[in-house]
């Protein structure tokens, strides 16, 4: 391959590695939001599923407790598990006591990033390298000029996350659950007075999106960068918050607009590495911009479920 080539495949590899976290995260949160729920504590669940997954994988390795295969995998469901519980208790402060979704989101947010940088200081220190996730080839495919590196050369993860959005898209627009969360998000009342359970929706939505956030955070530390640091995800659970507004609460959008921002990411990395003239302030800055742009535009052709952020009170 000529450098053009290479410079094409290693951008578009790196925007599909990178739109790992934010695929997962944000799908979750699709859930939780088309139910009437704004979780805006994805960024502390991603940072607690991140340092759990990481420790568990760092432990196993260190004492040789168990095969490497098997140590990644338990990081995986043990981030998933604390991503749960987290997500259960947001919808307890949300759906049970009524608090202020916003509030109670950066409530939840701010735990996570203060817990898990004590542990990470208590019981790591500094940041340590595990073995994460190795990458992934298939015969034939993986040796395609520039749509095998594209394509055919990533981790588990990253397969699993676009995996997740037809799977996701399927749910929410197919199935008797997907059609009580859209019910609940649009009109709770009427959904109730059909016998569904608004709050038991509402729960498993946003628990669902905590098992979803968690598992981002695992992308990131035992897969994508396979370390462990204070605020890991500078503000990745933010940025999927922001992507479920941008996507129209639509899976196949909401996934679209995660590869946009990857995407802008990845160029702006490449031209770092290249050496192009651009000023760094301006390549990092980048990406954000045009996410700010993209949300403005689609903000005016999408309606948010109407029940959204509006606690529900049988009898009102």
Known sequence: MDIDQIFTASVFASAIRLATPYIF??????????????????????????????????LAQQNEAMSEPLSLLLGVLIAIFVG???????????????????????????????????????????????????????????DIPILGEIFFNHNLLVYLAFAMIPISAYVLN????????????????????????????????VTIGGMFAGLAGA??????????????????????????YFGGWRPWAVAAGAMLFSFVNALQLQIKVIGLDVPSEFAVMAPYVITIIALAFASKRQEQPTALTKPFERGE
Do not use: C, H, W
């Open 219 to 244: 992308s990131l530390s035992i897969a994508l960068i396979n370390l462990f640091q204070q605020n890991l995800t500078a503000g990745q659970g933010f940025i999927a918050v922001a992507l479920v």
């Open 25 to 58: 995260a944000a799908l979750g949160e699709t859930f939780a939001q088309r139910s009437g729920v704004l979780n805006l504590g994805v960024d502390g669940i991603m940072l607690m599923g991140a340092f759990s997954g990481f420790y568990v994988v760092f």
């Open 174 to 205: 197919r199935t008797t659950f997907g059609l009580m969360i859209r019910a609940v998000g649009q009109n709770p009342e009427a959904a109730d007075a059909m016998g569904v359970s608004v709050e038991r929706v509402r729960y498993a939505t």
């Open 84 to 142: 749960g519980l987290m997500g259960f208790a947001m919808a307890f402060v949300s759906v049970t006591l009524k608090a202020k979704q916003g509030i109670s989101g950066i409530g939840v947010y701010l735990f996570g990033l203060g817990l898990s940088e004590l542990l990470f200081q208590q019981l790591v220190g500094t940041p340590k390298s595990i073995n994460g996730f190795p990458r992934i080839t298939f015969p034939i495919l993986s």
